[in-house]
């Protein structure tokens, strides 16, 4: 576990609050005062921001959110702090406390409202603390058992673990007939189960009138982090199961050790991202490949390299809530491995003659997108009224901005796929009632809805019908 200090302090150094809070404040100002001369001497005479100051045991980090500059001193016990987790950390803290500072005016914010703007972000620590973990489900815990679908009912047999969330997961199963509606070998699936404050990943396996189940239970603290790892997750035990690892226990520990990898953008410098670029390149067709970009669909990229890259890279602002595996330049090797070559749910950029050579293969999948830059043309059908809205509008802020406030709409999107994805513990026409409410109730538009419920189908096909 980490030690967390956060204070906020105005561009011009003056100190606002911090939590905890220090025993000796004139100390506090001072070393408040050094670090934001360091930050102003880096962005002067070097051109850019200074993001940390590292130790043996401590890294201090420099966050600019609109006026304000958010020092974080992150200190951990007997280990090296990983760069990956202090990543999560800073987008989990950028993104909860920016709605709060963006019409706050440094010059008349009081103490007390500084303090308290600190107290709401970080109020639930123990959420910051499972979010930025390097194996964050390793406090899931497991149940395995079998269900035998009988002419009449269920029934739950060989069971190891317990829980109120194993007989409603039981219920979804046979309610649904999983047997008929999941592929033959092993499926995974999300379930939210809002009333434990959980949510389940659940594999299934089928064999007859029997289905073999898996779950993994995790705190709500994790649905951010369940939902965008969710396609690691799948992949992991369709590997697993492949390489004919059938021992439920087994595999749910390899997920429980399953490493988060981070968002793709926390990878870059973000000066180095080119959403007008983007928008230029794509034109009048951004919108659809904004939509295949949130909903996880399979993008293929054909161009020359370095403008593929550019527009990978900057798709990746629209992917921030979703693991996406990425291959930015296929190459002829490639082609000959079918393990390693594989088009689904993946971002990949060729060459023109690569791709002539996946459609003549008849590689292609249902439901990709074509970008073609050197034909000046996008193949796609379905589009996003409401993420291309939300473009426009701040397609033109500063590049953190930006990602920042596409981040919070894109957790709001996977908060509400998750929700939907509980309609499936109650019975069809229960469901269906569900999520008429939600929709009247939500506040969200038509459009958002849609790729929410595109998302929670992709997390539990078991909830298809709601389509």
Known sequence: MLDLKIS?????????????????????ILATGLMTALISFSKEVHHRELKAISYHDRTISFLRVFDFVIIVETIAKDEVIPDTQIKQLLEHLQNSISPLLETADPDAITEGEADLILENSLQELSQLQYSIAEQPFSVGEKTIFKLKHLSKGWEVFDKNGDGPHVQKIALMLETLKANQNVQNGITGIVTQIPDENCSTFTIIEIDGETSKVGILKLPKELNLTLFRLFPLLKKNVERLYADDERNFDYILNSLMDTEDPGSRISKFNLENLSP????????????????????????????????VRLIIDALSIMNQHLYTSVNIWITPIDLTSEEKFVLGSRICGMSSHIFKTIKENKKLLENMIIINLDEGKVEATKSSIHFKKLFDTIKKLKIHDMTTKMSQELNKLALAALTITSFGLVDKNEGKEKLKEYISNSGYPASFIKKALELATKMNPLIDYLQ
Do not use: E, M, R, W
Not at 276 to 281: A, G, N, P, Q
């Open 8 to 28: 906020l302090v105005t561009s011009s150094g003056l100190l606002l609050a911090s939590k905890p809070g220090s025993a000796d404040d004139t100390q506090q």
């Open 276 to 307: 007008s670029f983007l928008d230029k390149t794509l034109g009048k067709n951004i919108d659809k490949v904004i939509y295949g970009t949130i909903v996880g669909d399979g993008i293929l990229v054909v161009g020359d390299k370095p403008t």
